[in-house]
C-alpha cells in the first residue's frame, strides 16, 4: 500500500510559479512510477505530467509543455513538479498517483492504483 501526500499549493498570480512535491510511505517507490493530474471545479480530471521509476522518461500534457517539470528523487521517495509562467487556467487541485513500473498509457489515471488527497493550486489574474 503507498500512501502520497502532495504538499506546496497555494495562491500565486499568473506568471508565477510554484513547485508541487509529492512524498511517497513506501520504500518501494523507486518502482512505481508517477503521475500528476488535475481537476479544475467542473472538469474532467486531466493529465499533466508523468515520469518513469528510473526517471529517464517524462511525458507532458500538451497545455503544460514547456512550462512544468517533472522530476524525482528517488533516495527521498518524493517526486516533483515545477510549475511556471503559471496561468488562471492551470487553477485545479493537483494530485500524484503511482502506477506499477510495467504501466506504459502515462497519461491514462485508470493506470494508476494510488493517488494522493491533492493539493490546491490558485492562479489570479
Known amino acids: 500500500q503507498v500512501q502520497l501526500e502532495e504538499s506546496g499549493g497555494g495562491l500565486v498570480q499568473a506568471g508565477g510559479s510554484l513547485r508541487l512535491s509529492c512524498a511517497a510511505s513506501?520504500?518501494?517507490?523507486?518502482?512505481?512510477?508517477m503521475g500528476w493530474f488535475r481537476q479544475a471545479p467542473g472538469k474532467e480530471r486531466e493529465f499533466v505530467a508523468a515520469?518513469?521509476?528510473?526517471?529517464?522518461?517524462?511525458f507532458y500534457g500538451d497545455s503544460v509543455k514547456g512550462r512544468f517539470t517533472i522530476s524525482r528523487d528517488n533516495a527521498k521517495n518524493t517526486v516533483y513538479l515545477e510549475m511556471r509562467s503559471l496561468r488562471p487556467e492551470d487553477t485545479a487541485v493537483y494530485s500524484c498517483?503511482?502506477?506499477?513500473?510495467?504501466?506504459?498509457?502515462?497519461?491514462?489515471?485508470?493506470?494508476?492504483?494510488?493517488w494522493g488527497q491533492g493539493t490546491q493550486v490558485t492562479v489570479s489574474s
Open positions: 498517483a503511482a502506477a506499477p513500473r510495467s504501466s506504459y498509457r502515462y497519461n491514462v489515471g485508470s493506470e494508476y492504483g494510488y
Open positions: 513506501e520504500r518501494t517507490f523507486a518502482t512505481y512510477a
Open positions: 515520469i518513469t521509476w528510473t526517471g529517464g522518461n517524462v
